[in-house]
């Protein structure tokens, strides 16, 4: 059980690094939203200042390269379901995600550039920072089955 926890107290704060990259000039948001490939991340300054501090790793890159095309939607719908809303095809979703690394990153950016979804950052950045198999069959299967969120009594 420990390991878990110092596992989960390790991670970053998605939430906060939105935030973050809100907070940087435009001309820094626009490099980053610029780049066509998640390697291209760690030749531009503006992904060093939106770290500020954490160590430059390539499950930080993932998670930078989605950061100009997702708000934060805290009770908002899982990426699969916002997905079938937008009625994306079934065909372009296996596409991305029968595809290999970083490919199904791209497709997935692709996809997610048509839909423009709203997702709990703590929950798409988990999503990317431990991007594999088990995620990408994770969206499909909200995808087609899907289970609406619990909305708090005062909404």
């Not at 095809?89 to 595809?99: G, K, V």
């Amino acid at each position: 059980m420990d390991i878990v926890e110092k596992k989960q107290e390790s991670l970053p704060n998605f939430e906060i690094l939105k935030q973050r990259f809100d907070a940087l000039g435009s001309g820094s948001r626009a490099e980053i939203r610029r780049v066509n490939t998640v390697s291209d991340l760690g030749d531009l300054p503006a992904y060093y200042q939106w770290l500020q501090g954490y160590r430059p790793d390539t499950r930080l890159q993932r998670v930078a390269f989605f950061m100009p095309y997702v708000k934060q939607g805290r009770d908002s719908f899982s990426l699969g379901q916002q997905l079938k809303k937008a009625s994306v095809s079934e065909m372009r979703l296996f596409q991305m995600i029968r595809s290999v690394s970083p490919r199904d990153l791209e497709q997935l950016r692709r996809l997610i550039i048509q839909v423009e979804p709203q997702l709990d950052w703590n929950e798409f950045g988990r999503t990317l920072y431990f991007w594999g198999k088990t995620n990408k069959q994770r969206i499909l299967e909200q995808y087609f089955t899907p289970i609406k969120k619990q909305q708090s009594k005062g909404n």
